[in-house]
């Protein structure tokens, strides 16, 4: 079992949807969640973060973390043509290194 | 100009060849990452290094090597190819861990190997 899994898609929606995408996670040592948004030939980009449980918003985007059920969230409102790209999750421990194990991502297609 | 380089972009080669990706950062970053991507597998972590005489496995090391040749370069060796190697791979940056950071990693843009 992985240590991160992610919902595959792909997802498609029409534009002005409200767009969820998850994950689970299995290790209790994993402080950090982060979501990287990939474009079609780019390299992912850090979207937002969130430490421990909880949710934080940042504009249209919102992520939510619950750790009694292992599960993380990213949530876009108001989702544009813009928004299409392939979502990744990542877990981050607490140790020194820091290591990110990703979820295998979630290509979203928001159709105008 | 990107802060984070990869060449080449696009590579074809053949089982058996010895294949070197390149990645050349203007962060001033010390730590270092490849990552391989394959669908349905997401990253995953080939090598690491956090300064240049420090170089770590990751999680799929084996039949690939890495050299770091100053803080800016860090390069990813396919010392004889295989087609199970045709994948998407990565290099990353980021910045030393402090307090609070949850150590954001900085991507190049990729290279696409493809091997026959």
């Known amino acids: 079992q992985k240590e991160v899994e992610q919902d595959p898609g792909p997802l498609s929606v029409p534009e002005g949807a409200i767009v969820s995408l998850n994950c689970t996670y299995s290790?209790?040592?994993?402080?950090?969640f982060m979501w990287y948004r990939q474009y079609s030939r780019k390299g992912p980009e850090l979207l937002m973060y969130?430490?421990?449980?909880g949710n934080k918003e940042d504009g249209r985007f919102t992520a939510q973390v619950d750790k009694s059920s292992k599960y993380i969230s990213l949530f876009i409102r108001d989702s544009q043509p813009s928004d299409s790209a392939t979502y990744l999750c990542?877990?981050?421990?607490?140790?020194?290194?820091?290591?990110?194990?990703f979820g295998s991502g979630t290509q979203l297609t928001v159709l105008p | 100009d990107a802060d984070v380089t990869q060449t080449p972009r696009n590579r074809i080669t053949k089982t058996g060849k010895r294949i070197m990706l390149e990645c050349s950062q203007t962060?001033?970053?010390?730590?270092m990452y490849w990552y391989r991507q394959d669908p349905g597998l997401g990253l995953r972590l080939i090598y690491y290094?956090?300064?240049?005489?420090?170089?770590n496995k990751g999680e799929i090391s084996d039949g690939y090597s890495v050299s770091r040749q100053a803080q800016a370069k860090f390069s990813l060796s396919l010392e004889s190819a295989i087609p199970n190697q045709t994948a998407l791979y990565f290099c990353?940056?980021?910045?030393?861990?402090?307090?609070?950071?949850?150590?954001?990693?900085?991507f190049g843009p990729g290279t696409r190997l493809t091997v026959l």
């Open positions: 990353a940056t980021s910045d030393p861990i402090l307090a609070g950071n949850p150590n954001e990693q900085f």
């Open positions: 290790n209790s040592a994993f402080q950090y």
């Open positions: 969130t430490y421990s449980s």
């Open positions: 990542a877990s981050v421990s607490s140790g020194s290194a820091r290591q990110l194990t």
């Open positions: 962060k001033g970053h010390d730590r």
């Open positions: 290094s956090f300064d240049v005489k420090d170089i």
